[in-house]
């Protein structure tokens, strides 16, 4: 692109950013449905909300002789989720939507189920289960954004990565709790 036309295209740029300043950092630009976009985060809200509320349930009820070390795992998962579900809400809120929050709509929204477990081995299993589907929601929703906004699927694969991490946490806890062998080839 020849600099003279980039400068025109500043201009213009310029002229619309001073339009529909309601709209914050939505800008014309923005190539998805807003709201559908705003309703796949607040499903990914409520995913993560779902996962705070399981592994912090496990934190409190782990028990048994080498319980301490997998409660500490459940703790750090719980507050990283947290940290996931706020990077979602403040995203919905730079979209100009509003994350919901409200308890009733969590469950039914969540991709992830809240499973108890009646022991160790099996909190360790729901929660690998659980990163396991988000991780491919995560996915899906990055392919989803896609180029037509970064900003959001740069945000999502952060999260992702950190999903994927937690599931490999979870099977090595697993791996040393149950006896059983390494990840297949």
Known sequence: MAKGNFVSDIEEMRRRARLHLEDGAKTA???LDVKT?????NDAVATELVC?????FHAIMATGINSESVRKEFEAHASEEQGHMELLAQRINQLGG?????????STRAASEYVEG?????????NLVAERIAIDNYRA???FFGEKDPTTRTMLEQIL????EHANDMHD????HEGRPMLRN
């Not at 705070?52 to 912090?56: A, D, I, P, S, T």
């Not at 022991?119 to 360790?124: Q, T, V």
């Not at 990565?161 to 994927?164: H, R």
């Not at 806890?173 to 040393?176: G, P, Q, R, T």
């Open 29 to 31: 630009g923005y190539e």
């Open 37 to 41: 976009a705003i309703a796949l985060l």
């Open 52 to 56: 705070v509320l399981r592994y912090k």
């Open 98 to 106: 509003k994350p919901d929050l409200n308890p009733a709509n969590i």
């Open 118 to 126: 009646d022991n160790l081995i099996e909190m360790i299993k729901e």
């Open 141 to 143: 929703m990055i392919k």
């Open 161 to 164: 990565a950190k999903e994927e």
């Open 173 to 176: 806890l697993l791996v040393a």
